[in-house]
């Protein structure tokens, strides 16, 4: 067992607030909320042993939420059998407010030795930790808008689990590799994806967020869950394709009726269905790379704009090997199986 | 300046984006002219300089037309250039003189331009959404498609008047958007000491409106963002809390020592967040409009600030006699 497991964790402050609560039905996902969450994670964490966790400093609410949480839980009565919960360590780091934080804040837990990441965003966040963790295993939780690749899951089991893992006591199968999308734009940085990669024809990226169905013609998923929200379900609905299954898919959209070979009524965002004609689709095997149809207009990954190409600029995209994550069902079945929670001795 | 609404696909013609420039460019060449005109001390009272955060007045604006209202703060050039108030007017107003939109009578805090939409800068600190409210509820009781929106600092969004302003938005169905311009500085506090929270956009929820939070420094973020909030309530959907991230790159007013900030805090802004410069690049290399385009822009909308400077310093004063005149409303 490792005596002096570290564990990070990063939770992103701004997930859960773009314009889908405009045009869809999300709802805003409160800082405060997430300070609860990572609590019950630490409570979690603290019961499987961590005695160190590391995160991002936070300069809006969720960390004064948090450090108030974590001064009432210290002054409240102990629950008989409870654990201390692992000492809270911000990273020293500066704040540019972006998603560079996030990244720098993953290369700093590297640096420090962490075995697990406990992360807390959407399918955004989990995009920018996993291009900078390496080989750490993420908790990935939940706390976007489509939630296509992170669970809903509660945070003190994900907490139980994700101690178990960094304190080597999960057993196998505890892990599972997850597939990516690695996108190539002409001689810029390689870019990641997650869950999709979506050619827009809109030639800005706006607020980010893509949730009009028209003018979007290709379409690559590194998941095909039929249960997902976004784009993702359109492959979903398609041909769905076990997660973690080492294959994806490569799915060609239309505008146009005459060209359509169906046409699908599918949840792009919470509260939000729409019809996209599907032009054809095929699955993709892992290495395999596609050079994308030439034009121009943005790419989506993971449900965002993120670039904009610049005419005639070339895209391939190609399935890749992506980050471990951490199976919390498998997790706390094997828990149960060695009797992992048992106490030695039992308390007074 | 005129302010054309969109088409409902999102996406900007040539025109617009020109235009869009157009009102960025003359908002930070009219604050940069004043950083250095009032530094010469001909200029009565304070002014609060907008540069930096162009794109949020642009990108809002840019879905009203005139007969939709705007309610602004103490730091409101950047919003009544957007909302089509005459720059020289506007230029001779803060000189104090008889040429100006308010007779030289009210300074750069009360410029307003009533035929305009634009109710006026604002000297008190979350004055404006009350404002729009009854704006509001005349468009509603008169029933036309107005909107109205209130411009709010990060410091504002702790007022009572904001707080009590969404309440009764949201209880009477009101077409208007109340975005908060979060430059991270109430005066010279930053939101970690005065705010509970610290999210903002997450107040919305407890009145059960829609709360966005978007990129304040790229003009197309806000403008799509504002643009669905404005399309929602032009269409009886309701008001909506758009809060824009964004950073000032001047002082809370002329003549602040701005010790609050980092070293090369401002420096490092101007560098790696130029709305303008980022709007430049991105609409030349999207091939949508020429580099020619733009600086034609740039070097009319200086020859406006020169003429604009030139005629509020050989304006005339309102005379003694004049004191009384604008108080009152005859009816």
Known sequence: MAQDSRVGIVANPASGRDIRRLVAGASVFGNADKAGIVLRVLAGLGAAGVRTALMMPAFDGLSAALERQLHAHATAERHHGAAPLPSLEALPMPLTGTAADSVRAVELMRAAGVSVIVVLGGDGTHRVVAKACGDIPLCALSTGTNNAFPEVREGTVAGLAAGLVATGRAGDGALRRELALAVELGDAEPELALVDVILSAEPFTGARALWRGSGVSELFVACANPSAVGFSSIAGLLQPLPRAGGRGMHVRLTDDPAEAHLVLRVPLAPGLLAAVGVAGFRTLELGEEVATAPGSGCLALDGEREIERRPGEHVTVRLVPGPLTIDVDAVMRHAARVNATRMHPPPE | ?331
């Open chain 2, 1 to 331: 300046m005129s302010t054309v609404a969109p088409p409902e696909t999102g996406q900007l013609t040539k025109e617009q984006l020109l235009e869009a420039y157009r009102v960025m460019r003359t908002i930070r060449e009219f604050e940069e002219r004043l950083h250095t005109e009032f530094a010469t001390g001909e200029i009565p009272g304070f002014v609060h300089l907008y540069a930096g955060e162009e794109a949020i007045a642009a990108g809002v604006c840019a879905h009203l037309t005139p007969d939709d209202y705007v309610a602004s703060t103490h730091r409101g050039h950047g919003h009544a250039i957007a909302k089509g108030c005459d720059v020289k007017a506007m230029m001779a107003e803060i000189y104090g003189r008889k040429t100006g939109l308010c007779h030289g009578k009210g300074g750069s805090m009360h410029i307003a331009d009533l035929a305009k939409g634009m109710l006026g800068a604002n000297g008190i600190v979350g004055g404006g959404p009350p404002l729009v409210c009854g704006v509001g509820l005349t468009a509603r009781v008169k029933q036309t498609d107005q909107v109205a929106v209130s411009f709010t600092g990060d410091g504002g969004s702790n007022q009572g008047t904001f707080l009590e302003s969404l309440n009764l938005a949201a209880c009477w169905n009101l077409p208007c958007v109340f975005v908060i311009e979060d430059n991270g500085y109430a005066e010279s506090t930053p939101p970690a000491f005065h705010q509970a929270g610290v999210d903002i956009a997450k107040r919305a929820d407890g009145f059960g409106l829609p709360g966005v939070e978007v990129d304040g420094f790229d003009f197309f973020a806000v403008h799509e963002a504002a643009g669905e909030a404005v399309r929602r309530a032009r269409s009886g959907a309701g008001a909506s809390l758009l809060v824009c991230k964004v950073m000032r790159y001047y002082g809370h007013f002329e003549g602040d020592q701005q010790t609050y900030r980092g070293a090369d805090e401002v420096k490092e802004l101007r560098r790696t967040r130029d709305c303008l410069d980022a709007f430049a690049r991105r609409v030349t290399e999207a091939g949508a409009v020429e580099e020619s385009d733009l600086s034609d822009i740039d070097e009319s909308v200086r020859a406006l600030l020169d003429e604009a400077v030139a005629e509020a310093q050989a304006g005339p004063h309102p005379g003694v006699d004049e004191v009384l005149t604008d108080v009152y409303v005859k009816y």
